[in-house]
């Protein structure tokens, strides 16, 4: 049984990684270290002694109220991650690192390459391209990889995300509710598209390359809430609040899947309305 190390498992994406990881056979140790403090982390690392390692911890919320936190978290608390992989007696097999999509920032090319250049556009897009360009030079060291996740959403989402955010309105059938710009076009992916595309990388994904984890399908919020009006038969006053709709805003991210599915296969087509009927059945 291969020993799996996961950052971030209780994290959204940790908690429905973690479950699919155990159903697959690894064993898992569910990494919880201070990833700003090196001598904790090298501690857990030696503990843990993988064979593969998962890196998923990280602060993903663009309006984090807090700029170096995503530097200290992201860039420095992955090469701290890596430094003490380093310094195991026996190097894991395969280490995935989470970057993102939204490194990508507002290009005219759609769907979006690997090969598009990175233009990213808030400190959550510039702290994930360091931390690839800093972690491609372990490359030499370490068997790691890339994954740029595009938009994805299930149950344990925390609201600050759009998603739940709209999924729990209509859950509690308020009346109105607020929103920032409903025409920006996104994917809105199921969390278990992605841990399955995760769970396949590991087995297949070369040393040093770059994989979108996407759909290539996007959707604007007005189809987001239209759905759920279908799903609930119920209606809500939607409001634009100029607050929410943020500077630099991402107005389509849509990713091309080619190079994903040559490597590990077509994935199954997770449809949309499934996820929120999904997300509406869960406590």
Request: charged share 20%; net charge neutral; with cysteine.
């Amino acid at each position: 049984m291969l020993r799996m190390l996961i950052t971030g498992a209780d994290g959204f994406t940790g908690m429905h990684f973690v479950k699919q990881a155990r159903d697959a056979g690894y064993d898992v140790f569910a990494f919880n270290a201070d990833l700003t403090n090196p001598q904790a982390v090298q501690a857990q690392v030696d503990t843990a002694a993988p064979d593969v390692v998962v890196h998923l911890a990280g602060i993903s919320f663009v309006g984090h109220d807090k700029p170096s936190a995503f530097y200290d978290v992201n860039v420095i608390g992955t090469l701290n991650l890596l430094d003490a992989l380093l310094k195991l007696p026996r190097k894991p097999k395969r280490v995935l690192l989470a970057s993102s999509a939204n490194v990508y920032g507002n290009c005219e090319q759609s769907p979006i390459s690997e090969m598009q250049a990175p233009a990213p556009i808030n400190n959550y897009a510039m702290s994930k391209l360091a931390m690839e360009y800093l972690a491609m030079t372990y490359v030499d060291r370490l068997p790691l990889f890339f994954v740029r996740p595009f938009n994805y959403t299930g149950p344990g989402q925390v609201e600050s995300f759009v998603i739940p955010k709209i999924v729990s309105h209509f859950k509690r059938r308020v009346t109105t509710m607020e929103l920032g710009n409903l025409t920006v076009e996104r994917e809105y992916n199921d969390v278990r598209m992605v841990t399955d595309a995760y769970l396949k990388l590991l087995e297949k994904a070369a040393v040093g390359e770059i994989y979108n984890i996407c759909s290539g399908k996007t959707y604007t919020l007005h189809h987001v809430i239209d759905t759920l009006v279908e799903l609930t038969g119920y209606q809500i006053d939607v409001v634009v609040n100029p607050a929410f709709v943020r500077a630099n805003e991402l107005h389509r991210l849509c990713g091309d899947a080619s190079k994903l599915h040559k490597t590990i296969g077509t994935h199954d087509p997770f449809v949309l309305q499934n996820t929120l009927r999904w997300m509406l059945e869960s406590s």
